[in-house]
């Protein structure tokens, strides 16, 4: 940021006939001997003196080491840290001075330093405030923003610095362009050399401009910190030298840096603004910490000793889980299980030619008004410590993907929804009022989860790597006998990239009703009695639960057994020859869906392999949502599932049911230890002596079709 941060002080010394400012170049080369030095002589190390070097200081260590310092640092940025890069400068001579002997080191001459206050007391509300709350006060100190990147402009060349002359005394000075006023260049009244000269003339001097990177990019407030009502605000950042390239579009970055101003461009018989920007001195992306939630290892200890306490019976403690995923809405046992399938969601694979196969899973809710859709998607996005929440109605292709947009004169990409939700949930209400060419645009971002733009001369690919939960109503009534696409308006393509479509029919039930009904009037009961669940709520509270899904994803990568694997082949294939009207589910996307939710369901259960258990369970959630060909018959509506009393005898028959359609032998494998370390269990049955990985499932498909054959 060398030369932006100049501009003020330098400027000012330019014109103002050379005020003497207390200099602090000396005791800050003193601290960077003391606390760089190994940075230092990386950079004198380094083989080409052209490059622009940055210099990371932490602001926590100059307050520890020098408070004075970090105090003028921070009440007046724009002075000191000119004088900090002369102090990178001085310390780099000092440092040759002692290692005469090493001829590899050179001395470069463009090092900024670069200030990182995380850590720092400077993260509080005043110093680093949202960006919809910076104001006037802000201007002139040290201040830290967050936000996310929604819009990058194209790297240019920009003028730093350029001598001129004095016709009369000869004297030489530098004058540098102001940013805040577009660059422009502006020469002091008189001749600022010490001798008395009142020449105003003067004249520019040959090869004397020195040129620097200089990028343009947009950062906006989080969705997350924005009330109902308000506008995500934004604000434009200036990225000089080293800092250019370093984010692109749907990066979440903090940026530090000075707060100014601009002027906006003059135009006849308009009021000319000043428009705040910030001239950025450290940039960080924040994309490894989207998920970042304290979890203490006393939290960490809560959960093993849960899955402890259920380690006869894992299938109650996972529906006391699941209990807590929207507790206002009464029973549906299938929803919440999907919902929470999906937030956890598989592991990625990535094959032998590099072809990423996404672990990432689509939901989609289709039913009548009424049915607790939109209860589902708000709970949802509050789970997901980073999510954007839309509706169809509301949204373009161009909305949901990526935009050109021409801001001064240059074309620049701005972010849709599913580029800000990259690594996190975007929710979609209403899908079914989207205009079919806007759906269209989403398969790539779902499937390959980037986004391929050629948009005004603008060639590129973004990540997507998000979660998409879509909510639709059907198209008038519900017809069982039609399939999924006819009844959605959806198209086939689209509906085969989500692994779990649920329909929730508002059928006429009395006893459904009268439950449903006492659960609601309960709710609003005036009694000093318990409420049902109390103690449940407080255990699986919404923070807890955002603690669990994060910590089960970081930490399982399950991988599949013998058994789980037979178990899905062969769903697979069976689906694959009795799937006539639903041809568009029965693809290679659900084989790939069933290993997700297979492994989502063992992270779930809080293990490392999944058995055959899991990938019973992803198969119900499969058939759930295959009205129209599926093979159980008894799985039921959606909507009308709830939480049995005893969850084991009821797997235990709906096990028996689907490992009779699929010519399976009926007794179970031996139960799997729930506890973490279950990968050791001798009880798992293993192919070679390992665990079964992704890519085997093929082979195993081969030899299950063969076995199958034989029988027959």
């Excluded at 000119?82 to 290692?99: K, T, W, Y």
């Excluded at 240019?156 to 000075?173: A, D, Q």
């Excluded at 090869?207 to 947009?218: A, G, L, N």
């Excluded at 109390?534 to 013998?562: A, C, H, N, Q």
Aim: charged content about 25%; some cysteine.
């Amino acid at each position: 940021m060398g030369a932006a941060t100049n501009n003020p002080s330098q400027h000012r010394s330019a014109s103002n006939g050379g005020e003497d400012d207390e200099d602090y170049t000396l005791p800050l080369a003193n601290f960077l001997l003391s606390h760089y030095k190994h940075q230092l002589l990386s950079i004198l190390l380094s083989l080409d003196h052209l490059l622009h070097f940055p210099l990371q200081i932490e602001f926590a260590e100059l307050m520890e080491a020098d408070p004075l310092l970090a105090s003028v640092l921070f009440y007046g940025p724009a002075k000191l840290l000119p004088q900090f890069d002369d102090a990178a400068r001085v310390a780099q001579g000092i440092l040759l001075e002692s290692h005469k002997d090493d001829s590899g080191m050179v001395a470069k001459e463009f090092v900024h330093v670069r200030i990182n206050v995380s850590g720092s007391p400077l993260e509080c509300p005043e110093t680093f405030p949202s960006i919809g709350r910076v104001r006037v006060r802000h201007r002139g100190i040290l201040l830290t923003l967050k936000g996310t990147v929604i819009r990058t402009g194209t790297i240019k060349m920009i003028e730093g610095e350029r001598e001129f002359e004095c016709r009369k005394c000869k004297h030489t000075f530098k004058v540098y362009p102001e940013l805040e006023t577009g660059n422009s260049i502006r020469l002091p009244t008189s001749c600022p050399s010490q001798k008395p000269c009142s020449n105003t003339v003067f004249q520019y001097v040959e090869d004397s401009i020195i040129c620097h990177d200089y990028q343009e990019m947009k950062i906006q407030e989080s969705v997350q910190v924005v009330g109902v009502g308000s506008i995500p605000r934004s604000i434009p950042v200036i990225l000089k030298d080293d800092l250019v390239d370093l984010v692109k579009a749907g990066d979440d970055v903090i940026v530090t840096g000075i707060l100014s101003a601009k002027w906006s461009p003059d135009l006849k018989d308009v009021r000319c603004d000043l428009d705040p920007i910030m001239i950025a001195n450290h940039v960080r992306r924040t994309n490894e910490l989207k998920l970042d939630i304290d979890i203490p290892e006393d939290v960490v200890k809560k959960f093993e000793q849960f899955w402890t306490y259920y380690k006869e019976n894992p299938l109650r403690g996972r529906n006391v889980i699941l209990q807590g995923i929207c507790p206002q809405v009464f029973g549906l046992f299938t929803v919440k299980l999907a919902v929470a399938l999906t937030l956890i969601g598989g592991v990625q694979h990535i094959d032998a030619s590099g072809t990423k196969i996404r672990g990432d899973s689509h939901l989609l809710l289709v039913g009548d008004p009424g049915t607790g859709k939109s209860q589902f998607l708000k709970f949802a996005a509050k789970l997901s410590n980073r999510s954007v929440i839309t509706t169809g109605l509301g949204s373009t292709s161009a909305g949901l993907t990526v935009t050109a947009v021409k801001d001064a004169g240059e074309w620049m990409l701005e972010a849709g929804a599913l580029v800000l939700a990259d690594g996190g949930l975007c929710c979609i209400d209403e899908f079914d009022s989207m205009r079919e060419h806007d759906r269209a645009t989403i398969h790539e971002a779902m499937e390959q989860q980037t986004i391929s733009v050629a948009k005004a001369g603008l060639v590129t690919t973004l990540s997507t790597r998000t979660t998409v939960f879509g909510v639709t109503n059907p198209k008038g009534q519900y017809d069982p006998n039609q399939t999924l696409s006819v009844n959605t308006t959806l198209s086939g393509p689209l509906l085969s990239r989500f692994d779990i479509v649920l329909v929730l029919l508002d059928t006429k039930n009395p006893e459904w009703d009268a439950i449903v009904s006492s659960h609601i009037l309960s709710e609003h009961e005036d009694s000093e009695k318990p409420k049902f669940d109390e103690d449940l709520t407080s255990l699986w509270s919404l923070l807890m639960l955002r603690r669990y899904i994060y910590y089960v994803k970081g930490s399982f990568k399950p991988i599949l057994t013998r058994d789980a694997e037979e178990v899905i082949s062969s769903y697979y294939q069976l689906q694959r020859r009795s799937a006539t009207q639903n041809a568009a589910r029965t693809t290679i996307r659900m084989l790939e869906s069933l290993i997700r939710l297979a492994q989502a369901h063992a992270r779930l259960m809080f293990r490392k392999e999944v058995a055959r258990l899991d990938a019973i369970s992803a198969i119900i959630c499969i058939e759930s949502s295959m009205t129209t060909s599926a093979i159980i018959d008894n799985v039921g509506n959606a909507l009308h599932s709830s939480f049995t009393e005893n969850p084991d005898q009821e797997y235990a028959k709906q096990e028996k049911l689907i490992l009779e359609k699929l010519n399976f032998p009926c007794e179970p494998p031996a139960v799997p230890d729930n506890i973490s370390n279950y990968s050791r269990s001798s009880n798992v049955k293993i192919v070679g002596g390992e665990p079964l990985s992704y890519p085997h499932i093929w082979e195993a498909m081969r030899s299950s079709r063969a076995r199958h054959l034989e029988k027959k």
